[in-house]
């Protein structure tokens, strides 16, 4: 994902209708901290976890210099959650350590309270924004139910991190981490969880996909639009337990339940 930088990233906050970031990509991007001498990758890294600790992956699953160089391993210590109650509504949440964020400053605003957030701390977020944030900049028609009520905005608070260079191989500790406080992974064992995950499946049949396809065309000739994305959901059945099988299962893009949350960001181009 193309990541703006901080001031960006703030001007966007308090811009809810800006839609253009200058500069749009940061692939230069460079971490500062101690070096590790430690010789794992990151999943590896990833099953060497305590149990016990929280964890956030931000994982690059094809290594490449400039478009997907960077891992982040790190342990939140809040988590700051938008959630939708219509269309246009939501609710702001904060859990975790209360010094970092004062639930008081919640508007239940998503773009106001992400720039309270940015200015509470200098520490590094990680998370996901939904693509149904998009419904708290404009008016969008609304044709898919909403059945999982996952959130549009989860965001973990991450003062220290684990940073894994995948061009060279270095592992750095940054942040609050820089003089120690992380898991000693290098003497920690990889730990293993037995897991079945069945083939995905597709809520949407052949015959949908083609009405659906017919009905773009459609739209394309007569001038209403120039492009679509049409997409649709995967569902495939997991049994494991957790953290561990999720863990064991991280190479997946990425990896949601319905009972628990598995923060484990598996993309090709962080960088």
């Keep these: 994902m193309a990541m703006p ?20 990509y940061h692939a230069d991007m460079d971490f500062v901290g101690r070096e590790l001498n430690w010789s794992f990758d990151p999943l590896e890294a990833l ?6 600790r929280q964890v956030m992956l931000l994982h690059s699953g094809r290594a490449e210099a400039r478009w997907a160089r960077w891992s982040i391993l790190a342990e939140p210590v809040g988590m700051y959650r938008f959630l939708a109650i219509n269309d246009h509504l939501g609710r702001s949440e904060w859990t975790g350590r209360a010094d970092t964020l004062l639930t008081e400053r919640l508007t239940h605003r998503p773009f ?4 309270a ?7 590094l977020w990680i998370g996901q ?6 419904r708290w900049i404009e008016k969008l028609p609304t044709r898919a139910d909403d059945d999982r009520h996952w959130p549009i905005i989860q965001l ?9 260079d995948n061009v060279t191989g270095r592992w750095l500790a940054c942040g609050d981490w820089t003089h120690g406080g992380y898991p000693p992974l290098d ?13 995905p499946r597709s809520e949407f049949t052949r015959d949908a996909y083609d009405c659906a396809i017919r009905r773009t065309l459609d739209y394309i000739a007569a001038g209403d639009i120039f492009q679509a994305n049409i997409a649709q959901r995967f569902t495939a059945d997991f049994t494991g337990r957790y953290p561990l099988a999720h ?3 991280a190479p997946c893009r990425s990896s949601r339940s319905e009972e628990h949350t598995s923060a484990l960001l598996s993309r090709p181009d962080i960088h």
């Design 129 to 134: 924004l939904s693509y149904d944030l998009g």
């Design 112 to 115: 106001r309270d992400m720039h």
């Design 117 to 123: 957030l940015l200015d509470a701390t200098d520490a």
């Design 47 to 52: 099953r060497r976890w305590p149990v016990d």
């Design 247 to 249: 863990r064991a299962s």
């Design 187 to 199: 003497a920690l064992e990889p730990q293993t969880g037995a897991f079945a995950a069945a083939n």
């Design 156 to 164: 973990g608070c991450c003062p220290g991190q684990l940073v894994h």
């Design 5 to 24: 930088g901080l001031f960006s990233f703030r001007h966007i906050a308090s811009h809810p209708t800006t839609s253009r970031v200058n500069p749009p």
